[in-house]
C-alpha cells in the first residue's frame, strides 16, 4: 500500500507568515496532489504535478504555491496566510489507475 | 459550477440494512469514478471505483453501479454496519491522461446499531 504521510498533523500559524506543508510518498507514484477540505465544500484541488519540476494549477490556486523537487515530496506553500485559510490540508499521490491515496490531513489555523 | 454533486449531505440507516449512496454529473467526458471513505481527523481512503465502460462494480459489501444516461451513480453497502459510519465522497476523472478528480461534497452515513 501507498504511504503517504504529511508532515504536521495540527498547525497554527499567525495572519501574514509563510507556511510550508509537507507531503512525502513511498512509492514511487508519478502524480501528486494538494486539496483542501471544508465543511460543505469536499475536496478541492489546489495544485498538482504529474512530474518532478512539473506543476499544474488546481480549481483553487490562488494564494498558494508549490514545489516538486523530488519525486517523492510534494510542498503547498502560503506564501502570506490568512484567516480564510483555515482549512484541513490533504496531500495524495496517485498512478494511471486514477485512484489517489491520501495522507492523514493537515488541520491548519491562522489567526 | 459544481460538476459532481452529492444532493444528500447524510442519511442514517440501521444496522444489517442497505445503505445507498447517490451521486450525479454534469460532465459528460467523465469517464472513471471512484468513492472514498473519510473518517474524522483522517484522509480519505480509497473503496471501490468504476469505468464508464461497465454499469456494476462490486467488491464485498460494497457494489456501485452506474447509468451513464443519467449521468448517475449509487454506491450500495449490503450489509451497513456501524463502523462504516463516515462521510463517504463520489469521485469523477476525465480518463486518459488526466488523473485530476472532482470531488462531490460528500455524504455523512450513520449507521445505528
Known amino acids: 500500500d501507498v504511504k503517504v504521510t504529511q508532515s504536521s498533523r495540527y498547525l497554527v500559524k499567525r495572519t501574514g507568515e509563510k507556511v510550508f506543508l509537507e507531503c512525502v510518498q513511498d512509492?514511487?507514484?508519478?502524480?501528486m496532489f494538494w486539496y483542501r477540505q471544508d465543511p460543505g465544500l469536499g475536496l478541492r484541488l489546489i495544485y498538482f504535478?504529474?512530474?518532478?519540476?512539473?506543476?499544474e494549477k488546481g480549481d483553487i490556486p490562488e494564494g498558494y504555491s508549490v514545489s516538486r523537487e523530488k519525486k517523492e515530496r510534494f510542498s503547498l506553500i502560503l506564501e502570506s496566510a490568512s484567516t480564510n485559510q483555515t482549512s484541513m490540508y490533504l496531500c495524495?499521490?496517485?498512478?494511471?489507475?486514477?485512484?489517489?491515496?491520501f495522507g492523514p490531513g493537515t488541520r491548519l489555523t491562522v489567526t | 459550477d459544481q460538476q459532481v454533486k452529492q444532493n444528500s449531505p447524510s442519511l442514517s440507516v440501521q444496522e444489517g440494512r442497505i445503505s445507498i449512496l447517490n451521486c450525479d454529473y454534469t460532465n459528460s467526458m467523465f469517464d472513471y469514478f471512484l468513492w472514498y471513505k473519510k473518517y474524522p481527523a483522517e484522509g480519505p481512503t480509497f473503496l471501490i471505483s468504476?469505468?464508464?465502460?461497465?454499469d456494476k462494480n462490486e467488491d464485498g459489501r460494497f457494489t456501485v453501479f452506474l447509468n451513464k444516461s443519467a449521468k448517475h451513480l449509487s454506491l450500495h453497502i449490503v450489509p451497513s454496519q456501524p463502523g462504516d459510519s463516515a462521510v463517504y465522497f463520489c469521485a469523477a476523472s476525465g480518463g486518459g491522461s488526466n488523473y485530476k478528480l472532482t470531488f462531490g461534497k460528500g455524504t455523512l452515513l450513520t449507521v445505528n446499531p
Open positions: 504535478s504529474y512530474d518532478v519540476k512539473m506543476k
Open positions: 468504476i469505468s464508464s465502460i461497465k
Open positions: 495524495a499521490a496517485g498512478t494511471e489507475s486514477y485512484e489517489q491515496y
Open positions: 512509492m514511487d507514484h508519478e502524480n
